[in-house]
């Protein structure tokens, strides 16, 4: 069952058509979902303070219900390692088309991996999961369940992967945090099933795993048309 806030945050943005990217991880952390630490700047000093606070280097988004496809309209920067690139990215950013405020958050590293979902009208919610980056670009390296998924589900659907490798350990590299992995997909389908009435698709690309944790580094929640 959603919570009230969560229930709040999906009628306000209603009249946009998706869920903003900060809001969109208010939700995810709410249901336990491990999500970067981040802020919503409204000013370049307010920015500056959070990453001072977090540490160098941070990614930098543009908010505004104006950009769906931050990275597609140059509303993503990766590895601001200064001030001066903060403020600049804040200086860029606010000259956009009804600008919200700027995302700070902390740089997150790992296998990529995409986990996503959609309502389809004759089963229900699907949830995906893929290897990210040119694994679903080139390879369509994905997954499929119907909803809800179990943690048998999540080692199944890894096993279907071709680039399953790269998650229990490559060439010398440590195996990613399954467990975490299975938790995340499962609190996921979770959430996806409290909020299928109201949504169409939700993107979590990409999730970055390593042998530590697995964080939703940018999330999507489109909003289906009202009844």
């Known amino acids: 069952m959603l919570n009230t806030s969560t229930t709040a945050v999906l009628a306000a943005a209603r009249e946009n058509g998706w869920v903003l990217e900060p809001d969109a991880k208010a939700i995810l952390a709410a249901a336990g979902i491990d999500v970067p630490r981040h802020h919503l700047a409204a000013s370049d000093g307010d920015a500056a303070a959070f990453a001072e606070q977090i540490g160098y280097p941070v990614v930098a988004k543009v908010v505004s219900p104006a950009v769906m496809h931050k990275t597609d309209q140059g509303g993503v920067i990766l590895g601001i390692d200064t001030v001066a690139g903060l403020t600049a990215a804040y200086d860029r950013f606010s000259r956009m088309d009804r600008f919200a ?78 467990a975490a992995l299975t938790d995340l997909v499962v609190r996921f389908s979770g959430l996806v099933m409290d909020m299928a009435p109201q949504i169409t698709s939700i993107d979590l690309n990409p999730v970055m795993c390593t042998a530590d944790r697995c964080v939703v580094a940018d999330a999507r929640i489109l909003l289906a048309e009202p009844a």
């Open 101 to 178: 405020g700027m995302l700070v958050e902390e740089t997150v590293a790992g296998v990529e991996l995409i986990i996503g979902a959609q309502i389809d009208g004759q089963f229900g919610p699907v949830v995906l999961l893929g290897i990210g980056g040119i694994g679903v670009e080139l390879y369509n390296d994905t997954a499929i369940r119907m909803a809800p998924v179990t943690a048998a589900d999540v080692h199944s659907m890894v096993r279907q992967l071709k680039g399953r490798k790269l998650l229990t350990g490559f060439r010398g590299s440590p195996p990613v945090d399954m």
